[in-house]
């Protein structure tokens, strides 16, 4: 499985901006995928998930309300629109997939064993 991440950018505070993330390879009909974002000196953190056949949704809680995550099925892509962007929202945003992601265990890092490229985010004040 290959992800590739697309979509970042430098927007203004309260801006959107929509990423995407384009898998190859096997089918994600069972799949978990995620986003996780990274600022320097700090640690991944999970932003949002959606599992893949189910379409159940899961988000970080200083997301809610702001960004949404969604799939289509026939793109097999994945994207996270994130409106009302705040400057802390500033990261490389990465996504990330599995097959083998326990319920209620999607928002750990160490669950996905594919990893797409990072894009930038960058929220200006």
């Known amino acids: 499985v290959q992800l590739q991440a697309s979509g970042g950018g430098l927007v203004q505070a309260g801006d959107s901006l929509t990423l995407s993330c384009v898998g190859f390879?096997?089918?994600?009909?069972?799949?978990?995928m995620g986003w996780f974002r990274q600022t320097p000196g700090k640690e991944r953190e999970f932003v949002a998930a959606i599992r893949w056949s189910e379409g159940t949704t899961y988000y970080v809680d200083s997301v809610k309300g702001r960004f949404t995550i969604s799939r289509d099925f026939a793109k097999k892509t994945m994207y996270l629109r994130m409106d009302s962007l705040k400057p802390e929202d500033t990261a490389v945003y990465y996504c990330?997939?599995?097959?083998?992601?326990?319920?209620?265990?999607?928002?750990?890092?160490?669950?996905?064993?594919?990893w797409g490229q990072g894009t930038q985010v960058t929220v200006s004040s």
């Open positions: 990330a997939a599995d097959y083998a992601v326990r319920y209620g265990l999607e928002r750990l890092r160490n669950q996905y064993n594919f």
């Open positions: 390879g096997r089918t994600f009909s069972q799949s978990v």
